[in-house]
């Protein structure tokens, strides 16, 4: 409530300030905002900008939308040539290139106080400060949970989801099933380096195996230790050992879960979406399993709003005005019910309402022990992991050899990205 | 206006003739040779996409010559020409050499030939990518497991990832093949079988000595055609691997699909730039030496 009262004064504040600024015609101003194509965030969003519009009557918010292939390219493209929004979604993983570039702003420190934001949202949304000063805010926020099949658990006889990764291992066996030459035609758990395991992997694994999967803001390379070794150890064991998955099967892992061919899958809550409308699917969700040594670990990535270089003026009051609201509880909890994605706010995502919620309370629980990445760059760090566990697979190679050669490229990476 | 009438009619006539041809002339210049120019400047600086240009001399060269993984793509690409241009140039002979004596149903089996070459590249390589998966949803592994024997992995194996995923690409090029092969043996004049025909000669003859010598230039075509697609092959493989863009550890990863992940994954626009200007020497000397080669004796 005084938060809301706040929010209102300091709306009033800004808006009377761009009133006098624009004084003599006291115009009507309208601001453009961009993001990429998902129905239902565009429908969210559709419903944030109407409520927002209707609280500033003298503001008008244009939304445009591009297909997600093309987005990177087309808000690099446009920003700089002065043609493209004044509010822009962002991948959190963009923020240094687009800060950098001086393509973002940073959010004015009265409107959104570091303090508070460090208070009140997921502390992974910490990664969006630099020299105190915000940059950029999520809306939504999304982590990893593990997904499992009712039908497949109850043929098994198996009365709830795993707590831990050595339950977890034991329900996947009982899952897992062999046609008579062998082949695996049901897994366990599903697996894949490609899809979500190289996040499972590097933030959770690791750290439950007692290591730091990096040191120094993610510029410093540390799986490459024992830790790590024994995270790689049981991640590879899953098929090598106990035989419960196989990383090639029925293409990708989502792909063998939708079809009732796997017995646990670990996702991300993006994926809540495709589930839900899958016929003949019965499915649950549960937090991640627990370390060896009861550690939890999760992790986040989200996509963040700015502010850009092009917002002057009139058009960046409006601007701040618009951030302010979409970054609000309100928003938050439209957000949540509309696309399925978290709220970035701790006071919104740990109401029982939503931490207890049988599909998204898993995922937002998750939040309060996610941990986010900051990647030089995503897809190619990501390729680094894949291989690592292609060369033990295809060639051979022994885990801990593989593990410090991945070690070692993904150092190159970052030290050639941060100028080293 | 006077300027023009002071002309003669010669030179009226060459300046329509440069007005008419200035139309194409603009139009390359614009959309090909000014990106083409760009690029190769592009390729001796550093650009994200978002900030300045900044110049990098040969630092993207020298990179790019020491990077392992550009060698093993280098050595892909070429393994897409020199396995796939000569098995799909045998095959299109083949069938062309057969359908062309067919005189049943000749149209129908030509246009089932072609069919594939008008196939969406994607579908047709997603299609694929499921048949080559393990049981129990690969159309080809079920086969084998049927019939009791052993898996085979396709896809997800250093060695026969390459082959798997030029299969299609050869059998989606056939049609287009088959058919120019048709068209230049159709272009023979029946008189020097005739010929052959009076003196006796035997099959074999008159396809060495005959047949093919005057395919010469239809062979030419389609097999620089045929080496620039093999070169630039894109879409089989990068819809075949998706998840794992020219995996598994790069073994199926050719030249434009470096460029595309560079480019568009790792918005690194400098260095795919120079990736772009060796590809298109390599286009451009395998073009030349082809040509040289066919061409002459």
Avoid at chain 1, 146 to 170: C, H, K, S
Avoid at chain 1, 176 to 199: C, F, K, P, W, Y
Avoid at chain 2, 26 to 38: D, K, L, S
Avoid at chain 2, 79 to 106: C, E, M, N, Q
Wanted: charged share 15%; glycine share 8%.
């Amino acid at each position: 409530m005084i938060r809301n009262l706040r929010h209102a004064a300091l709306g009033a504040t800004l808006s009377t300030a761009a009133m006098i600024a624009a004084a003599p015609a006291q115009a009507q101003v309208t601001i453009e905002y961009w993001q990429y194509f998902f129905e239902a965030r565009v429908t969210a969003m559709e419903q944030l900008i109407e409520n927002f519009e209707a609280a500033n009557p003298d503001i008008t918010v244009n939304m445009t939308t591009f297909p997600y292939a093309d987005y990177r390219t087309r808000t690099a493209v446009a920003i700089p040539a002065g043609e493209g929004p004044d509010v822009v979604q962002l991948f959190y993983g963009w923020l240094n290139d687009y800060i950098e570039a001086e393509l973002i702003q940073p959010l004015p420190v009265e409107a959104f106080p570091p303090d508070e934001i460090n208070a009140e949202f997921f502390p992974m949304v910490q990664a969006m400060e630099r020299d105190g000063q915000y940059y950029a805010l999520p809306t939504a926020v999304r982590s990893l949970a593990l997904f499992y099949n009712n039908r497949l658990f109850e043929a098994a006889d198996i009365d709830g989801p795993p707590e831990t990764l050595d339950e977890m291992v034991e329900i996947a066996a009982a899952l897992t099933e062999r046609d008579g030459a062998g082949n695996i035609t049901q897994v366990g758990l599903t697996s894949g380096m490609t899809a979500q395991d190289h996040h499972w992997w590097r933030e959770v694994l690791v750290r439950q195996f007692g290591g730091e999967p990096y040191t120094d803001g993610y510029r410093n390379v540390a799986y490459d230790s024992e830790a790590g070794l024994a995270a790689l150890n049981f991640y590879h064991g899953l098929s090598a050992e106990h035989g419960v998955t196989d990383a090639g099967f029925m293409d990708e892992p989502q792909a063998a879960f939708r079809a009732g061919r796997a017995g646990m899958h670990i996702d991300g809550s993006f994926r809540i979406g495709a589930l839900e409308g899958t016929r003949g699917l019965d499915w649950g969700v549960t937090e991640l399993p627990a370390g060896p040594d009861g550690t939890r670990s999760n992790y986040s990535s989200y996509w963040v709003n700015a502010i850009t270089s092009r917002a002057e003026g009139e058009e960046y009051d409006a601007a701040v005005l618009f951030m302010d609201y979409i970054t609000s509880p309100e928003a938050m909890q439209i957000w949540l019910d509309t696309v399925g994605e978290l709220p970035a706010r701790e006071s919104v995502g740990m109401i029982d309402e939503n931490a207890e919620h049988p599909v998204y309370g898993p995922f937002i629980r998750g939040l309060e022990y996610a941990n986010t990445t900051i990647f030089a760059d995503e897809s190619a760090q990501r390729q680094i992991l894949v291989e690592m566990l292609e060369r033990i697979n295809l060639q051979g190679q022994d885990p801990a050899e593989s593990l410090a050669q991945a070690a070692a490229a993904e150092q190159d990476l970052l030290d050639a990205y941060y100028g080293e | 206006m006077s300027f023009y009438r002071a002309l003669s009619i010669r030179q009226k006539r060459t300046l329509w003739a440069w007005g008419f041809l200035a139309v194409p002339i603009i139009f390359y210049v614009v959309i090909r040779f000014y990106p083409t120019g760009n690029a190769m400047v592009l390729s001796f600086q550093s650009w994200n996409l978002l900030g300045d240009r900044e110049w990098a001399g040969l630092a993207n060269y020298r990179v790019l010559f020491s990077d392992p993984v550009f060698w093993q793509v280098f050595w892909n690409t070429f393994k897409y020409l020199l396995i796939g241009t000569p098995i799909s140039l045998v095959i299109s002979f083949f069938i062309a050499y057969h359908l062309d004596k067919v005189r049943f149903a000749h149209g129908f089996l030509r246009a089932l030939y072609f069919l594939p070459f008008m196939t969406s590249a994607v579908a047709m390589a997603w299609v694929w990518r499921w048949f080559y998966q393990g049981v129990p949803i690969g159309l080809f592994n079920n086969m084998l497991a049927s019939v009791g024997i052993g898996q085979v992995e396709f896809l997800n194996s250093t060695t026969n990832a390459l082959p798997s995923i030029l299969a299609p690409a050869v059998w989606a090029g056939l049609g287009f093949q088959v058919i120019i092969f048709m068209a230049g043996l159709r272009a023979i004049p029946r008189s020097y079988y005739e010929a052959a025909e009076i003196d006796g000669v035997s099959k074999w003859t008159v396809l060495w000595e005959i047949t093919i010598p005057l395919l010469r230039p239809t062979i030419v075509f389609i097999v620089v055609f045929s080496s620039i697609g093999f070169l630039r092959i894109f879409d089989h493989v990068f819809n075949m691997t998706t998840n794992n863009p020219g995996g598994p550890l790069n073994s199926t990863k050719p030249l434009v699909l470096m460029i595309y992940e560079t480019a568009f994954r790792s918005f690194d626009m400098g260095y795919a730039a120079a990736q772009t200007v060796v590809l298109f020497l390599i286009l451009l000397v395998v073009s030349l030496i082809q040509l040289r080669i066919l061409r002459d004796s």
